[in-house]
């Protein structure tokens, strides 16, 4: 008995450390970095080996609007962050149907097609995508860049709107059907409520990932789409530190703001496409 | 107004080589809840979803009110339907859920708000009206289905295996609910369900069905009683054949010669001697008599050959005749032990011969 008693609480501790050390590791390779990031753009004369700025500043940013010209490079990526998430959400919600509702030969073969782009490294066929967007004439445009984030934000549209068409209870449409709706009414009191938690989930991961998207924007963007993970990268290369890590802060907002969204009004258990029944 | 409310006519439904519904053709009268009764796979299902409009017949017609309905779709068919699994709405109140086959009907609010709580009121569900289905109990969800089938006072209610999610205790319960309400409310029901007790406790009329065909139909009593075929007899409580043939017919009765014994029953009609019936007879009509009773009609020598206690019964398996057994439920009070001989007797009347062999 003292024995178990003393392996429960050797186990016990064992938790208390291995979670100690995953809140330690948050802490060191995430607030950390982010901190000297937040404190490197308000801070001003800030070298050598100083814990924090003497001086603190809000010029970084004022450069890095004016000269990062920052309004435009923002709303670039938004247009694009909206074409992507509007494209992928509608080829995620026939797809969606398809996988979730419906018996095919394939099914299994034609999902991990679907997910091939995000199983391999963007840069491999991102060359590829430049190579064929110069010969459309896609490269800098809106739709050129946004069409090459579908190729990894639709996946993730599909994935979670198949999981949201599957968790749509067969018997309940046709509940709907003999309760005396018709097609159109039953699509709008019953299908788009049921899924509708489902495409805010897909819409808000595939934005996010335009968004952030890098490595595909590199190869097809020019001088009139750049967005703010290249324009933050280039100023990198441009050597201002201070002023890049302003636009990285700026970059962050967004961020923050959709997961204080995602926290706010979808709850986890609602992403999928509601109540299965029983 | 007509007799029959659903009627189908001569329908049927394959799905490639099985057939669903075999040249089905039934009648289900006004008011009255029909059962249908089978296994999985009989096409009780397929012949429901035939009436809602959820599968199209390949042949044959089906009629409601003397209408024919075949080619109506599902929203214009009028009907009430409760699900095996609820198949309530998840994102509305139970309040909305009830209140839904109103408002899509367009109905004024304020009829809207009367019907919905008179339905709540039907099902005893009062006081959970902003209550989401995942927040209630099986049966309270199943409640909430009942009061949406029935708040419109649909012509017809279909019942597809409502009781079999929720537990046993509970099913019982519901069970006379819904006979009960069936009955006030005065409603024509099909009521769909594989689980026999049911059927016998719930309805007016049961047919059943067996690899898209219908077996039979008749009233709890008629199917139990004189069942016309095996079955009939085998779906429907526990039983015993013995296979024998025709020696004379005498009248109302026949004699049959089962292997070296010779035993009484009622006849059977459009028969004659030398034909090969079955005879059929519940284990629990059999009488269990001491070795020493004196010998009779339809007595026969018997040896215990399993002996099993059930609570209030003891099941036997008794050997008698050449190689012939029957299974026999007697007394728990008064038991006998396996390797004793004893006597039975098969009451002419509890006997019941079928065609065939």
């Known amino acids: 008995m003292r024995f178990a008693r003393a392996y429960i609480r050797g186990l016990w501790d064992g938790r208390m450390i291995l979670g100690y050390t995953l809140l330690l590791s948050l802490t060191v390779f995430i607030v950390v970095p982010f901190l000297m990031i937040a404190l490197r753009s308000v801070g001003k004369g800030w070298f050598g080996r100083l814990w924090l700025p003497p001086q603190l500043t809000l010029d970084w940013y004022r450069w890095a609007v004016e000269v990062g010209n920052i309004p435009e490079v923002m709303k670039n990526t938004l247009i694009i962050g909206i074409i992507a998430t509007a494209i992928s959400t509608v080829i995620g919600i026939f797809a969606g149907w398809a996988f979730g509702r419906r018996q095919m030969p394939g099914k299994e073969v034609a999902m991990a097609i679907v997910l091939l782009p995000r199983m391999i490294p963007p840069i491999t066929y991102a060359l590829g995508v430049a190579k064929t967007f110069y010969t459309l004439e896609l490269v800098d445009t809106y739709l050129g860049v946004a069409l090459a984030h579908v190729s990894v934000c639709a996946p993730y549209a599909i994935l979670v709107l198949s999981a949201t068409f599957e968790g749509l209870d067969e018997r309940v449409l046709e509940a709907a059907d003999v309760c005396g709706a018709n097609t159109l009414k039953r699509f709008f009191y019953v299908v788009l409520p049921l899924i509708m938690p489902g495409i805010l989930a897909s819409m808000i991961f595939t934005f996010t990932h335009s968004y952030n998207e890098f490595t595909l924007t590199l190869l097809t963007y020019g001088p009139h789409t750049v967005t703010l993970p290249v324009r933050t990268y280039l100023a990198v290369g441009d050597g201002y530190w201070e002023i890049t890590s302003a636009m990285a802060v700026i970059m962050v907002i967004p961020s923050l703001v959709i997961l204080a969204m995602i926290q706010r009004r979808a709850e986890p258990e609602k992403l999928v496409g509601g109540f299965k029944g029983v | 107004m007509p007799e029959a409310m659903i009627e189908f006519r001569d329908v049927s439904k394959r799905y490639g080589a099985l057939v669903a519904n075999d040249h089905l053709t039934l009648t289900i009268r006004r008011g ?231 035993l009484t029953v009622p006849a059977l009609p459009q028969t004659g001697p030398g034909q090969r019936v079955l005879i059929f007879v519940r284990p629990n009509e059999i009488e269990l008599l001491g070795p020493d009773e004196p010998a009779g009609e339809n007595v026969l020598e018997a040896q215990v050959e399993k002996a099993t206690y059930l609570g209030d019964t003891m099941d036997y398996r008794l050997a008698f005749g050449q190689g012939l057994a029957l299974r026999v439920q007697g007394d728990a009070q008064r038991r006998v032990s396996p390797g004793a001989p004893v006597r039975l007797r098969l009451p002419r009347i509890r006997c019941w011969a079928l065609p065939g062999g």
């Not at chain 2, 998840?90 to 859920?97: A, Q, S």
């Not at chain 2, 609010?109 to 289905?133: C, F, I, N, W």
């Open chain 2, 32 to 262: 009255e809840l029909m059962t249908l009764l089978g296994p999985s796979g009989c096409g009780k299902t397929t012949a429901l979803r035939c009436l809602t409009g959820y599968i199209r017949p390949d042949e044959g017609r089906i009629f409601i009110d003397g209408k024919d309905v075949t080619d109506v779709p599902t929203h214009q068919r009028e009907l009430g339907m409760v699900f095996q699994n609820f198949a309530l709405f998840p994102h509305l109140t139970v309040r909305d859920n009830v209140g839904f086959p109103l408002m899509i009907r367009n109905l004024p609010k304020d009829q809207r708000t009367t019907m919905t709580a008179d339905a709540l009121r039907l099902v005893r569900l009062e006081g959970y009206e902003s209550h989401y289905p995942r927040q209630l109990s099986g049966g309270q969800q199943q409640r909430v289905g009942l009061a949406r089938a029935l708040v419109y006072r649909p012509k017809v209610l279909l019942l597809d295996e409502p009781l079999s999610n929720l537990d046993a205790k509970l099913r019982e319960e519901m069970r006379f609910e819904i006979k009960e309400l069936v009955t006030r409310l005065g409603i024509t029901a099909v009521y769909v369900t594989h689980d026999q007790a049911e059927a016998l406790a719930l309805s007016d009329r049961v047919a059943i069905m067996n690899r898209g065909r219908l077996e039979q139909v008749g009233t709890p009593e008629e199917i139990y009683e004189q069942p016309q075929s095996r079955f009939v007899a085998e779906f429907i409580g526990l039983s015993n054949f013995l296979e024998g043939r025709i020696e004379v017919v005498d009248g109302a009765t026949m004699r049959v010669t089962v292997g070296d014994l010779k």
